[in-house]
């Protein structure tokens, strides 16, 4: 049996997997990003980690139809260059792509992580059979990748699909691009716990602060999402908050492109059905009444391990498999 390689290149840790033609995993290592001090280092441990995986596992060149790489930033995926990558100092333009296929003599794509999400959701997950569809991810930054006509969109620059930077108001919270009231700004993990701490200290009463001991520096969205499923009203209404807030800015993309799926994944979309509903229900109050009607809003199947069975799906999509 022929074999994917999957590459998840995270902010945290960079997970390499041997992964089948269905989407599952087989052979899994993972080890953090932030061990190594420059990127010829890093490119050697997943060169020679990417090599052990292949003989503990009893497998050949041969076996491997390709490897798929996802990493986080704009990815120019001629060269599979990835821009930046925190953690790792010198970083800069590094053409991973070209370099990986060099050193593992192995057909090798590269792309950005949300666009590979995207991917092993339309082959493996929420999205299979969508020919327009938008996958989000909600975490500690918001992310997009956009599947139309059946085709992953990079955009001109290989930029597209950046939800979490489409501007919602005309004035409000900086956000890390530069700009201001982008989604982000408003759902970024980081600027909810925030808004919830700052809320609390002006004397909001809520069992998170009994979750949390009265530490507030502790909270985080799951400890939100636990709340809530209390039964506490104010955490109930932190979640229907932000889903207006991201159901606001979809209710653009969906007047936009008029997709028929929108695959919601990521830490906060934990939050589960309140969340949800609330996208739900305000997609319906602000998008025009068919592309409304028509488009379904669903939660992510791959989980933990997405950006490796994305990358995984990076392959069989570019190699027309
Ligand atoms: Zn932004």
């Known amino acids: 049996m022929r074999l994917l390689l999957g590459i998840d ?44 995986l292949l003989a503990e596992y009893g497998v050949v060149k041969k076996d491997i139809i390709g490897v798929g790489v996802g990493a986080p930033g704009a990815v120019d995926i001629r060269s599979g260059t990835v821009h930046y990558l925190t953690n790792v100092p010198d970083w800069s333009e590094v053409p991973l792509g070209n370099i990986l296929k060099n050193k593992l003599g192995l057909l090798t794509f590269v ?24 996958c989000v991810t909600l975490g500690t930054g918001v992310g997009g990748g956009l599947i139309l006509e059946g085709r992953l969109y990079r ?29 982000e700004a408003y759902v970024g993990n980081n600027y909810i716990v925030r808004d919830v701490i700052t809320q609390i200290k002006n004397g909001e009463k809520t069992l998170i602060k009994k979750l949390v001991n009265g530490k507030l520096s502790k909270i985080t969205p799951e400890i939100i999402s636990r709340a ?28 936009l492109l008029n997709v028929e799926k929108i695959v919601i994944g990521g830490g906060v979309a934990e939050a589960g059905k309140i969340l949800f509903d609330s996208i739900k229900k305000t997609i319906a109050a602000r998008a025009m009444k068919l592309p409304a009607k028509t488009v379904k809003v669903v939660k992510a199947k791959l989980r933990r391990d997405a950006g490796l069975i994305g990358a995984a799906a990076l392959v069989l999509y570019e190699a027309g498999i």
């Open 228 to 255: 809530a499923r209390a039964g506490d009203r104010f955490a109930k209404e932190i979640w229907r908050d932000v889903g207006n807030k991201v159901g606001t800015g979809l209710a653009g993309v969906v007047n």
């Open 111 to 134: 792309d950005n992580d949300v666009n590979v999400m995207a991917l092993g959701e339309l082959f493996f997950g929420s999205g299979i059979g969508a020919k327009n569809m938008l």
């Open 155 to 183: 955009g001109s620059s290989y930029a597209a699909g950046e939800f979490g930077h489409v501007p919602i108001n005309i004035a409000g919270p900086r956000c890390n691009c530069g700009s201001w009231a982008c989604v």
């Open 9 to 52: 290149i995270g902010g945290t840790n960079i997970k390499i997997a041997l992964i089948d033609k269905k989407g599952r995993i087989k052979a899994k290592k993972t080890f953090p990003t932030a061990d190594f001090k420059g990127n010829r280092a890093l490119i050697e441990r997943i060169t020679g980690e990417t090599k052990k």
